[in-house]
């Protein structure tokens, strides 16, 4: 190992002996930026970027479980990557197939779609659906060493929006209410109950690579009071003590709630 990779294991296990477990975020939404502008620095293609990217989401899942991260939340594909050419776009639907059937694979992680599996090609949604159904019963939470994981393809935070408002007046519909009835009695918490993530706690922590600052449509709803850290490297890139150093940034600050 040389000096510099000797550093670098000391640093990472000083700054996860100083992580407070009671501070560690329950919920981590990360957007996987940067795997083009990777792949261009590397002068490789733009596939290998994705693929090397897409090779990354297991090392994650891994630092997840070893501080107790119970719920990840992958940004793979928005709505507006599905206008991206063919040549481009196939390859990259192929390597997001190839990296969900992994995960649901390897048995540490439960499964969870995130977006609109009608946008998407017949292919992916059966690997999205059969991945589901896959790792329905393994169980995620405090001590159960496995993490669940929300991917979101085809998602786009004002699309996941519209469809759980659509998904509301549909039940309010099949109940015999009236629209002027919904309209008069519509809460937070109605809209809330339909979408994506129903049911699961709100990021509390969202971290976006490639050193954009921007949150893209990313989980709009779901992230009013999420914490963000911005890391300059690209996603490819990411290491353990950079997710360390988003933890670690996590538990320093104290969080208001919109107050």
């Not at 009608?118 to 060493?145: I, N």
């Not at 994506?196 to 709009?220: A, C, K, N």
Request: glycine share 8%.
């Amino acid at each position: 190992m040389t000096w510099r990779g000797i550093v670098y294991r000391v640093y990472e296990r000083r700054l996860e002996r100083r992580l407070d477990p009671a501070r560690v975020p329950k919920h981590v939404g990360v957007i996987l930026d940067g795997n083009r502008r990777w792949a261009r620095a590397a002068g490789g293609t733009t596939e290998q970027g994705h693929q090397a990217g897409a090779e990354k989401i297991h090392e994650l899942i891994r630092w997840c479980r070893e501080t107790d991260v119970e719920v990840l939340t992958l940004w793979l594909l928005s709505t507006d990557n599905l206008d991206r050419p063919e040549p481009e776009l196939n390859p990259l639907l192929a390597i997001i197939e190839e990296a969900v059937a992994a995960v649901a694979a390897d048995g540490a992680a439960r499964v969870h779609h995130v977006g609109n599996l009608d946008l998407l090609p017949l292919q992916t949604r059966q690997v999205l659906k059969e991945a589901e159904e896959s790792t329905h019963d393994v169980v995620t939470g405090p001590g159960s060493g496995a993490v669940l994981v929300n991917v979101a393809v085809a998602y786009g935070g004002r699309q996941e929006i519209a469809d759980a408002v659509r998904s509301m007046l549909g039940d309010a519909a099949d109940q015999g209410r009236t629209l002027a009835d919904v309209a008069e009695t519509v809460e937070v918490e109605d809209i809330a109950e339909h979408l994506y993530t129903r049911g699961q706690p709100d990021p509390d922590l969202v971290i976006r690579t490639s050193g954009e600052q921007r949150l893209s449509g990313f989980m709009l709803w779901q992230s009013a009071h999420s914490e963000y850290y911005f890391c300059e490297v690209f996603w490819p890139a990411f290491r353990r003590v950079d997710f360390l150093r988003a933890l670690r940034d996590y538990a320093a600050r104290h969080r208001r709630f919109g107050g």
